[in-house]
């Protein structure tokens, strides 16, 4: 079985490397890069799901859906979306309905930065800001109820823009597990990498 690990806004594959390091199912473990998603088309979420969805339907055998953040958002949707496709999702910092305060803030941040700095992520400055608004209408709340998975909801212990969202969606999701990674911010496979590695080859294996 294939495990799909699609790494968060500002990330790249290469974020997953320790992670991947620390999981025993190294041979079956894909991580997509999201900006090839995108590459000569219009940047926004709705292409960068497309992608996703093309991605997985080239994988006859279902799969292990793993996502941080942006990942995760692209996560939960394909698993509400292809409940037959998905053995088991995990969501790693990822809001079900979009915080439209924090992400106007991102995108003030974004604007004070300068374009250089987005040149090692795939995106222009402006493609990135771009996509950040494509996400502002983004509610999966009234959907959660049709994902039939197991699903692990984990985030870091000093993630407090997200830790909320990570409470209630353990809430929401009947069945669901949660882990809390002392220690770990926002993104935890770079921050925690061989904890997080551990946690998903055991949630993996039990499925």
Not at 101 to 124: E, H, T, W, Y
Not at 128 to 138: D, E, P, R
Not at 140 to 155: A, D, G, M, W, Y
Request: positive net charge.
């Amino acid at each position: 079985m294939k495990h799909i690990l699609l790494h968060g806004l500002g990330q790249t594959p290469e974020s997953w490397n320790g992670t991947v390091k620390a999981m025993k199912m190294q041979p079956d473990i894909l991580c997509p890069d999201l900006s090839e998603w995108l590459r000569e088309k219009e940047v926004c979420y709705d292409t960068l799901y497309h992608g996703l969805g093309v991605f997985c339907s080239q994988i006859s055998e279902p799969i292990n859906l793993c996502g941080l953040s942006l990942g995760g958002v692209l996560a939960l949707q394909y698993g509400i979306e292809n409940p037959g496709k998905v053995n088991s999702l995990v969501l790693i910092g990822t809001q079900y309905t979009m915080p439209k305060k924090l992400l106007k803030f991102q995108n003030i941040v974004f604007r004070c930065m300068p374009s250089r700095m987005f040149a090692d992520l795939g995106f222009s400055k402006k493609e990135f800001i771009g996509l950040c608004k494509s996400m502002f209408q983004i509610n999966f709340q009234n959907r959660l109820k049709e994902i039939t998975c197991p699903v692990l909801v984990v985030c870091g212990e000093k993630d407090r823009a997200n830790k909320a969202a990570a409470l209630k969606l353990k809430e929401l999701l009947p069945g669901a597990e949660i882990a809390i990674i002392p220690n770990a911010g926002h993104e935890v496979n770079t921050d925690t990498p061989e904890e997080l590695g551990k946690l998903l080859s055991d949630f993996f294996a039990k499925r």
